[in-house]
T-cell receptor
Framework: AQSVTQPDIHITVSEGASLELRCNYS??????LFWYVQSPGQGLQLLLK??????LVQGIKGFEAEFKRSQSSFNLRKPSVHWSDAAEYFC???????????FGTGTRLTIIP | DSGVTQTPKHLITATGQRVTLRCSPR?????VYWYQQSLDQGLQFLIQ???????AKGNILERFSAQQFPDLHSELNLSSLELGDSALYFC?????????????FGQGTRLTVV
């Protein structure tokens, strides 16, 4: 069974600082990996996805993520966070032939001035 | 705005009751997914429909059922409600039926069972 671990429940960073949110997955085949963001009272919005090819993927809002097969990781990064980035971030895994997405428990990001 | 519409936004009901949550997918999307988000279980996939047919099933209780209608809107029916069913229920839609087609999420229906 596929699973996703987001080890950090809550992260606080200063505005303008860099950010890295961790995600580890478990899946036997080649996974499809996703990062979603959920702002308060909103649904989930797709930030970026990885299916194959270049292991460094660019997303919206200045986010990027790197797929590292050897570490079973797909960490999300942003070089300089903005106050509007405060939200909950979810990593998810899926695969062809197993069309449901399995989500991690989420990481809540707080931005301090 | 994702283009996915869920109604109602909030629902408060008593234990033992039955409710129906409605989802209108984005124009042109054939797949509808239902997810449950609760504090203890996180985001859990419930069920997927594609062009009116059930395509995938997740951790959906027998008390819950769903369907997708010819106009592609979907309804999630929850019956014999228990306190533990209180959660945020999301609908998502996508063009295709595979996980590599981007899914767009609605804002959710917050269900409170008292």
């Amino acid at each position: 069974a596929q699973s996703v671990t987001q080890p950090d429940i809550h992260i606080t960073v200063s505005e303008g600082a860099s950010l890295e949110l961790r995600c580890n997955y478990s899946y036997g085949a080649t996974p499809y990996l996703f990062w979603y963001v959920q702002s308060p009272g909103q649904g989930l919005q797709l930030l970026l996805k990885y299916f194959s090819g270049d292991t460094l993927v660019q997303g919206i809002k200045g986010f990027e993520a790197e797929f590292k097969r050897s570490q079973s990781s797909f960490n999300l990064r942003k070089p300089s966070v903005h106050w509007s980035d405060a939200a909950e971030y979810f990593c998810a895994v899926g695969a062809r032939g197993n069309e449901k997405l399995t989500f991690g428990t989420g990481t809540r990001l707080t931005i301090i001035p | 705005d994702s283009g996915v519409t869920q109604t109602p936004k909030h629902l408060i009901t008593a234990t033992g009751q039955r409710v129906t949550l409605r989802c209108s997918p984005r124009s042109g999307d054939l797949s509808v997914y239902w997810y449950q988000q609760s504090l203890d279980q996180g985001l859990q996939f419930l069920i997927q429909y594609y062009n009116g047919e059930e395509r995938a099933k997740g951790n959906i209780l027998e008390r819950f059922s769903a369907q997708q209608f010819p106009d592609l809107h979907s309804e999630l029916n929850l019956s014999s409600l228990e306190l533990g069913d209180s959660a945020l229920y999301f609908c998502a839609s996508s063009v295709g039926d595979t996980v590599n087609t981007e899914a767009f999420f609605g804002q959710g229906t917050r269900l409170t069972v008292v």
